[in-house]
């Protein structure tokens, strides 16, 4: 990357984090302080905790194409905004309907497809892919910190604290998309990173991709729901609230460390399928020792660390195998359908969550989830073994329509190129290809 790149997506990435740190802060505390809302029932609890998921799901594809006509800061700026409302809201609500408003508010600034757009305006095509790996790295370690922090600062400062000090993060990353974040001269309409509406319906219809937009629903379900029931649990096993962050600390770093061997083989020796299916059993496994812990503080544990051993290979896993099975120029589309599932199974998960805490019971939560789980396991089975191939973008130079499909010949021969989708308005080729025998040089000659 050039300076200028490492700096734009090094602050997109921090920006990202801010905003997603805010959001799971909350996750391991909020069950343990919803009960003083007013109105608050277990059910009402866990739609608390699931709200976001829902307007998250069906405004960010919106946001994105609002981005495309008015420009990506703006509408990042609005978004932002709009997350700052809801956790102003959440922080000065007094009864569960007010929370539950204020976690969908927040929902609503769904503007992470838009910062994702903007980083491909600002990066060239050969910093596109460090680029996403940041930006996903800053996510993962966002998530890690706000699991072992949130207990700690919850202590501190309570709930109502918590989501303050999500809004005061969220003023600095739109004090930091101003200053630090340049004013990209013109827009990509990159069909890897943006997903368009008319090629939704083809997505639909492609099974691979549905196999892993429910993979994803499913994991984020399961992560909502259970921690409906996990932080209660602790408490009811002896560990005080303030002191939850020593069994999540430890648990989240040993199970990352868990985690990698399992991505290893699966990308360099080809085994991603069986990672995945592996992965999947083990979730099942975790949730059967938590099911059957209860009182048992040790056994909790270990089902928190295979869960989230699990949980890390998925979440690692899920987008790389989207990225496999989507055709050239379908990626962005592809991923706009993983993330809305994924945000609504994390509605769908705080929903689940806190029925089966209210009518059966909070190791109820993990039995009810374990059918899902034997769903997954079968879908799974009856996936295609991925290729292990990378997209591409190359820019091209103006064709006609009859002369298309003879320039599409002529990148099909050249040597570790598999597939090609020519985009003759865009003045583009979206390639699948072998980066051990691709050589991006041999398009040179097209451009």
């Not at 930006?135 to 400062?157: D, E, K, Q, R």
């Not at 013109?186 to 090629?199: C, E, G, I, L, P």
């Amino acid at each position: 990357m050039t300076p200028i790149e490492r700096r734009t997506v090094s602050t997109l990435a921090l920006i990202y984090a801010l905003r997603m740190f805010g959001l799971f802060m909350v996750l391991p505390v909020l069950v343990i302080f919803a009960n003083d809302y007013q109105g608050a029932t277990a059910a009402l609890v866990g739609i608390a905790i699931g709200a976001y998921g829902l307007t998250q799901a069906l405004l960010q594809l919106p946001f994105g194409m609002w981005s495309d006509r008015i420009g990506r800061k703006p509408v990042i700026l609005i978004g932002l905004t709009i997350f700052t409302l809801g956790s102003a809201l959440a922080a000065s609500a007094d009864s569960i309907w007010m929370l539950i408003a204020g976690r969908a508010l927040q929902g609503a600034g769904a503007v992470a497809s838009t910062l994702m757009a903007l980083m491909t305006d600002l990066t060239r095509e050969e910093s596109r892919t460090k680029a996403m790996a940041s930006i996903g790295a800053s996510i993962g370690l966002s998530f890690t910190l706000a699991m072992v922090v949130g207990p700690i600062l919850a202590g501190w400062l309570g709930l109502s604290g918590l989501f303050a000090l999500t809004a005061v993060f969220s003023v600095a990353a739109m004090v930091l998309l101003v200053v630090a974040v340049p004013t990209p001269k013109q827009q990509v309409r990159s069909r890897d990173t943006r997903a368009f509406y008319h090629q939704l319906g083809d997505v639909m219809k492609d099974g691979q991709i549905l196999r892993l937009s429910f993979g994803i629903f499913v994991l984020h379900a399961i992560l909502v729901g259970c921690f409906v029931s996990v932080p209660l649990m602790l408490l009811n096993a002896g560990l005080l609230q303030e002191e939850h962050w020593k069994v999540y600390l430890p648990v989240m770093l040993i199970s990352f460390i868990c985690m990698v061997p399992f991505i290893i083989v699966g990308e360099k020796h080809q085994k991603m399928k069986q990672v995945l299916f592996i992965a999947v059993i083990l979730l099942g496994i975790s949730l059967i020792i938590l099911g059957l812990s209860s009182l048992n503080l040790y056994g909790l544990i270990s089902g928190l660390w295979l869960f989230f051993v699990a949980f890390n290979i998925l979440e690692a896993s899920l987008p790389s195998l989207i990225s496999k099975f989507a055709p050239p120029g379908f990626k962005g589309s592809a991923m706009g359908l993983y993330s809305t599932s994924q945000f609504l199974g994390a509605f769908a998960g705080g929903v689940a969550g806190g029925f089966l805490s209210e009518y059966a019971s909070l190791v109820g939560v993990f039995w009810g989830m374990i059918p899902l789980v034997v769903i997954w396991a079968i879908i799974v089975t009856s996936m295609a073994k991925p290729r292990h191939l990378s997209n591409y973008m190359a820019n091209i130079a103006s064709t006609s329509e009859e002369d298309s499909d003879q320039l599409e010949n002529k990148l099909l021969a050249i040597p570790g190129v598999y597939e090609v989708v020519i985009m003759l308005k865009e003045n583009a080729a979206y390639l699948k290809v072998d980066n051990k025998t691709f050589d991006p040089a041999q398009l040179n000659v097209y451009k």
